[in-house]
């Protein structure tokens, strides 16, 4: 009997299988590739403009990786994305000062921020516009502010209308600013940014999460001081 007969094993794998990407490098990748296509900018616009009220993702990512694509559309782009994020914004604004039981509160305890928000609100009392400032600059998560800003004008008797106002300014000044300097630069480093990212994309990875993070360490209890 010959024993060297067919079977339906699957055949023996390469002594030196090619090694796959890691899952951050494929989603890497993924998100460059709005850059190609006609959605890109819907998508940035969706992006932004959920997460300044409830979506965990930043949009920066995708502004990176749609700037990098065409760098001639680099500050069209964050114009599209602070646009956007502004707009956000005032949704969430809008949550906190019309629809923080119905909407409002679901978000913060998905985010299991109920003390965090608590001390933003709080701190909101003293000076909403330039902890708004803050929040739509950096890493810290602006969603929190927002809603609580909108808790905070419905709380007080000032004018609503006074209120937003700087409300908007703060998120204005704050959002573009971080965005067109990402945008700044890509345009004028593009190709040289790829090719840091594109290597140390993992370290780059860490170094945002553990931004964010630092984001909500400041909030807790920088803040809450």
Known sequence: ????????????????????????????????????TPYGGIALFLLAFTESS???????????????????????????????????GLLGFVIGYFL???????????????????????????????????????PIPYKVFTIAAGVVAESQDANVWTFLVGFTLASAVGRAGRFFLVAALLYWFGEAARRFIDKYFEWLALACGALLVAGFFVVKYAMGK
């Open 1 to 36: 009997m010959d024993c060297t007969q067919p079977t339906n094993d699957p055949p023996a794998q390469s002594a030196t299988p090619q090694k796959r990407p890691h899952l951050l490098r494929r989603l890497y990748y993924w998100v460059l590739h709005w850059a190609h």
């Open 54 to 88: 409830f979506f965990p993702i930043p949009p920066d990512p995708l502004l990176m990786a749609l700037a990098m694509g065409n760098r001639r559309k680099a500050f069209r782009y964050a114009t599209l994305c602070s646009v956007a994020s502004i707009l956000g």
């Open 100 to 138: 923080m039981n119905l909407v409002g509160r679901p978000i913060i305890d998905f985010y299991n921020a109920q003390d965090v928000f608590n001390k933003v609100v709080a701190q909101l009392e003293e000076g909403i516009n330039l902890y708004v400032f803050v929040a739509a600059f950096t």
